[in-house]
């Protein structure tokens, strides 16, 4: 399994960004697909996860209610719409991606595949 995330920048409090993570290779191995981000300071967090086929979302505290995850089955693409954006929404954002029966679904340490980060800096 393969992912390729894209579509961070720099955007102003309030505004709005759209990250996108295109998955490919054996999609069928896949449980779940999740973003984290992760600061200088904080280590990698879980932002949101989407159990893949589904709708079946969970989201931390932090996010809910600005942050929504989409999919796109038929083009193997996931994507974070990001609302409201915060200054301390501030970090490098990661997707990743879980297979079943994984020890851990809400750790990074429990994701077998990851894109590359993509930076999102959010002025006050």
């Known amino acids: 399994v393969q992912l390729q995330a894209s579509g961070g920048g720099l955007v102003r409090a309030g505004g709005a960004l759209r990250l996108s993570c295109a998955v490919s290779g054996r999609t069928s191995s896949i449980y779940a697909v999740a973003w984290f981000r992760q600061t200088l300071v904080k280590e990698r967090e879980l932002v949101g996860r989407?159990?893949?086929?589904?709708?079946?979302?969970y989201y931390a505290d932090s996010v809910k209610g600005r942050f929504t995850i989409l999919s796109d089955n038929a083009e193997n693409t996931m994507y974070l719409q990001m609302n409201n954006l915060k200054p301390e929404d501030t970090a490098n954002y990661y997707c990743?991606?879980?297979?079943?029966?994984?020890?851990?679904?809400?750790?990074?340490?429990?994701?077998?595949?990851w894109g590359q980060g993509t930076q999102v800096t959010v002025s006050s």
């Open positions: 990743a991606a879980v297979r079943r029966f994984s020890s851990d679904y809400w750790s990074a340490s429990g994701y077998q595949w």
């Open positions: 989407l159990v893949w086929g589904t709708e079946n979302t």
